[in-house]
């Protein structure tokens, strides 16, 4: 099992650029939530996707949005980037319940992307 | 005020030691969790807990849950131990996955 995978591993952008970042999910899992985290935070919630469908989200604009294939598998995308956007992004997959109330499922991380804007 | 507050931020400690770190939340949640993050950014989740303690080796979670308040204890501290704990809750939602909210984390650092 190769767990929850992320690429590119770094990335440097300029100001005003556009990014894609991709998460394949762990083995049997069907959702998949994505984490910002700026140097010396916490992790803050961006959004999760579920069936291919946003299902929350968190406080960030519009200049981030994503995508969720039929394999599960995800991206980020980030569009006018600004400084404030240099961080930690980590992506984290479990387990869905088909929308029906239920315990938490664990959540499992993968390595992150590191996003640094110049 | 964060909805999740950690202390201390810091931690150094002489290997040996008994830690202490502390996470109390404002919000009513479904569950606390604790993690671990080691340079490179990588998190493992350590427990999940709802009520009363949780203990898996060296590593003891405990939770009251009418005071809103979680303390992480790792007894005979390792330099291997040093890393980033971070306190995290879980809400209630129709979905089952609810989003996590953290805390900003602690840095524990165990001399040899």
């Known amino acids: 099992d190769a767990g929850v995978t992320q690429s590119p591993t770094h990335l440097i952008k300029t100001r005003g650029q556009q990014v894609t970042l991709r998460c394949s999910p762990k083995?049997?899992?069907?959702?998949v939530s994505w984490y910002q985290q700026a140097l010396g935070q916490g992790p803050q919630f961006i959004f999760q996707y579920y069936e291919e469908e946003e299902r929350q989200r968190g406080n960030f604009p519009d200049r981030f949005s994503g995508h969720q294939f039929p394999n599960y598998s995800s991206e980020l995308n980030v569009n006018a980037l600004l400084l404030g956007d240099s961080a930690l992004y980590l992506c984290a997959s479990s387990r869905g319940t088909g929308g029906r109330p239920s315990s938490y499922n664990e959540q499992f991380f993968g390595p992150g992307t590191r996003l640094t804007v110049l | 005020k964060n909805e999740v507050e950690q202390s201390p931020q810091n931690l150094t400690a002489q290997e040996g030691e008994f830690i202490t770190i502390n996470c109390s939340y404002s919000?009513?949640?479904?569950?606390l969790h604790w993690l671990q993050q080691h340079p490179g950014g990588g998190i493992v989740s350590l427990f999940m807990?709802?009520?009363g303690k949780k203990k898996h080796g060296r590593l003891i979670a405990t939770i009251n849950i009418q005071e809103k308040h979680s303390s992480l204890h790792i007894t005979a501290s390792h330099p291997r131990d040093s890393a980033v704990y971070i306190c995290?809750?879980?809400?209630?939602?129709?979905?089952?996955?609810?989003?996590?909210?953290f805390g900003t984390g602690t840095r524990l650092t165990i001399i040899p």
């Open positions: 807990l709802s009520s």
């Open positions: 919000v009513g949640i479904s569950a």
């Open positions: 995290a809750v879980s809400g209630w939602s129709n979905f089952g996955n609810e989003k996590l909210t």
């Open positions: 083995s049997g899992h069907d959702t």
